[in-house]
């Protein structure tokens, strides 16, 4: 899993001291984990989540969703079996799976997208490689680009969209981040059903190594598309790394993945 900072925090902070801990840590999302109920973290089933990336407070973030489950369960030795992060983006509840942390995530599907309204955005983007369908999900307000099915891995890892390119022909607020997708290889080992990456110079980073909430939109669109409910999906950026998805029957989707602390200190403010 890429890094993702997260920070215990004791007591609420200031918005403003929030921001400042993100910037000063420079990673796409740092989360910060607040007690509830006057509960420890070892033993609280409930506890307040937000996430920060460099420059603003983010609507929901996967990856520091699962760090900071993985510090409740690996580190704290939270007792129970289920712990619940109250959000912005609602309720989102993780559960131990063998050796999987299993996350309980929205399902943000997207809706077609008529490109001549972007078509600049849409060069900077991808340049000249072709396109066969953008799609935008306005609850999260990310676009989506699949392209064409004559575009292979290697096109998607080649791409290199400049920051100022991308905030110069998206400014209204309506674009937060972009994912760029191809149809997989599922006959193939390990057999990814897509491939993606993801960019969000309006968040302070212009690629997220691997994003949990651009497949809240992802997974809507591919399983139409494929008529599947459980697919592996791999963002193949240069940090990049795999999710295990799977459409749930009450419309919401469950996102697997793995995390494993590899630093821990104490931050004085």
């Known amino acids: 899993m890429p890094y993702r900072e997260l920070c215990l925090i004791e007591n609420e902070l200031q918005d403003d001291l929030y921001q400042s801990i993100a910037a000063e840590m420079n990673l796409s999302d740092t989360a910060f984990i607040t007690k509830r109920n006057s509960m420890d973290f070892s033993s609280g089933a409930r506890f307040g989540l937000r996430w920060f990336s460099p420059i603003c407070e983010d609507l929901l973030c996967g990856h520091a969703t699962l760090a900071s489950a993985a510090v409740l369960f690996y580190l704290k030795k939270n007792v129970n079996p289920v712990v619940t992060f109250e959000t912005m983006s609602g309720e989102l509840h993780v559960r131990q799976h063998e050796e999987s942390l299993i996350m309980d995530f929205p399902l943000n599907k997207p809706q077609p997208q008529e490109q001549h309204e972007i078509k600049d955005l849409l060069k900077a983007v991808v340049g000249d490689l072709p396109i066969q369908d953008v799609c935008y999900s ?111 029957d009450d419309g919401r989707l469950n996102i697997s993945g793995r995390a494993q602390i590899i630093l821990q200190g104490t931050l004085k403010i």
């Open 138 to 248: 306005p609850t999260i307000k990310y676009l989506m680009i699949r392209l064409a099915d004559t575009c292979d891995r290697s096109e998607l890892t080649s791409l290199r969209p400049e920051a100022e390119a991308l905030l110069k022909n998206e400014s209204t607020g309506k674009i937060k981040g972009i994912s760029v997708t191809i149809k997989g290889a599922p006959n193939a080992q390990p057999g990814y059903d897509f491939y993606s990456r993801f960019f969000c110079p309006w968040y302070g980073v212009l690629e997220d190594p691997v994003c949990g909430s651009s497949h809240t939109v992802l997974a809507g669109y591919w399983s139409q598309k494929l008529h599947k409910k459980k697919m592996l999906a791999y963002q193949c950026s240069s940090r990049g790394g795999e999710l295990e998805l799977e459409l749930r």
